[in-house]
């Protein structure tokens, strides 16, 4: 009876912690908060949706050309031999596989470009955050998108904005 009562004694001092407290610091921030809001990060998106619309003009210049000879083709179709209505449809075949093709390359290249400024960006912030860590003896940045439930105090970003929009005009 002795040695049952002494070992669940020793289980129950062994598995109860109590309250735990942590001394690190864990805090989060917004990367697309930063990125959208600062003045860097404002200028790198102006220029992505300027190249962005200028793609999107050229496109619809290029389908509008392709949407006349399909009306070209369709006023000579009762005119025109059926050899000439045939090289006319095949030539637009052609340039409607173009456009495809360009549309997909247009659409590859402005997602590689918005990469690549992004990577940019997020080199230029991450000393900044780095040293906003160590001078507020922060152990752990976490992504807001992954934090469910916080206290708005431990949010950063509006900190990191500021400092971005300080060291980068």
Known sequence: MFSKRFILLIIIVFFYHGN???NDRIVYMDFNYVINNSNIGKKVLKELN???KKNIDNLKKYQNKLKQEIEEINKI???ASKEDIQKKISAHNTKAKEYDKL???LS???NQRRNEEMNKLVQLINPLLENY?????????LNKEIVYFAKDQYD???D?????NINYK
Not at 160 to 164: C, F, G, H, Q, V
């Open 20 to 22: 735990s407290y942590s």
């Open 50 to 52: 300027s190249l962005n």
């Open 77 to 79: 179709k009762n005119i």
């Open 103 to 105: 549309k997909i390359k």
């Open 108 to 110: 590859n290249e402005l």
């Open 133 to 141: 860590m160590k001078e507020n003896s922060i152990d752990i940045v």
């Open 156 to 158: 950063i970003s509006k």
């Open 160 to 164: 990191i904005l500021d400092l971005t």
